[in-house]
């Protein structure tokens, strides 16, 4: 068990404290995707009627993109993939959506702690990873500037925090890319191929968590594998939410097996 999560996303809270029930009366919890008002020690980021409608995500194939549960990885995949393997805490629909939009775009920072946390609490849980350190995916500079905030390294950070290992910023974005929202699959990897590099000669050693908000075409986190990638470095790839096209849902077979996870 890590800081106090013990499954998730109903985590086992500590005795309250009259600090707690004071904060409470004036900042309550609010359900992190409607943001209705959490009744005190709920043990939830979500309300009632969203974790309903929560299909949890899980462990997800980079390569064929195909869902799958256990513990060996899926059979595809060659230690030569930079990206290992993927993990995402939802599958990416409307609540998704503007929650990840308000985090990125509307200074929602305030999100980022729980998401980590729930996070990590899940690649605990499902033994999905055990990392050495994690590292966020930059953004360029001058975006970042901009927005103010970087929100993957938020999540990297209270991930880290959770897990108990460092977070360091080991990715720098070089080259500022055009917004991948409203390009093409193949446009996207030609659009981040070569945009970041490390801050080190050679690759760090051991097991590497590598942060990001969304997944859809994996070019951004395959394309930051790709520099952290190295002899004795394996990179897994987790996320908050997995925006694949419908196609590919389909192909392989997650909803099929929806009502099972
Ligand atoms: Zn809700
Ligand atoms: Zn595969």
Redesign the pocket.
């Known amino acids: 068990m890590i800081n106090g999560f013990r499954g998730s996303p109903r985590y086992r809270q500590p005795e309250p404290r009259w600090i707690d029930n004071f904060l409470h009366v004036f900042f309550p919890d609010r359900c992190l995707l409607c943001r209705e008002v959490l009744p005190r020690a709920y043990g939830s980021p979500l309300c009632n009627s969203c974790l309903e409608s929560y299909h949890p995500g899980g462990k997800i ?1 980079p ?2 993109e ?1 869902f799958y549960r256990g513990l060996a990885p ?4 060659s230690d030569n993939f930079p990206l290992h393997e993927l993990f995402t805490l939802a599958l990416y629909d409307q609540k998704w959506r503007r929650l990840i939009h308000d985090f990125k775009y509307k200074n929602r920072r305030s999100v980022a702690r729980p998401l980590g946390k729930w996070l990590a609490s899940e690649i605990v849980s499902q033994q999905y990873c055990f990392p050495d350190l994690v590292v966020p995916v930059p953004l360029h500079c001058r975006r970042e500037n901009e927005r103010g905030y970087n929100q993957s390294a938020l999540l990297a950070r209270y991930t880290a925090q959770t897990l108990n290992v460092p977070c360091l910023h080991l990715l720098i974005k070089h080259r500022h890319t055009h917004t991948q929202t409203a390009i093409s699959r193949l446009e996207r990897f030609e659009n981040v191929r070569g945009a970041f590099k490390s801050i080190k000669k050679s690759p760090p050693v051991g097991t590497v968590l590598l942060i990001d908000d969304v997944y859809s075409t994996g070019s951004t986190m395959k394309e930051a594998a790709s520099i952290l990638h190295g002899r004795g470095t394996r990179v897994y790839g987790a996320v908050i939410a997995y925006n694949p096209n419908l196609r590919d849902l389909h192909r392989s077979g997650f909803y099929a097996g929806l009502d099972q996870w």
Not at 74 to 77: D, E, F, H, R
């Open positions: 194939c390569h064929c195909g899926c059979s595809c995949l």
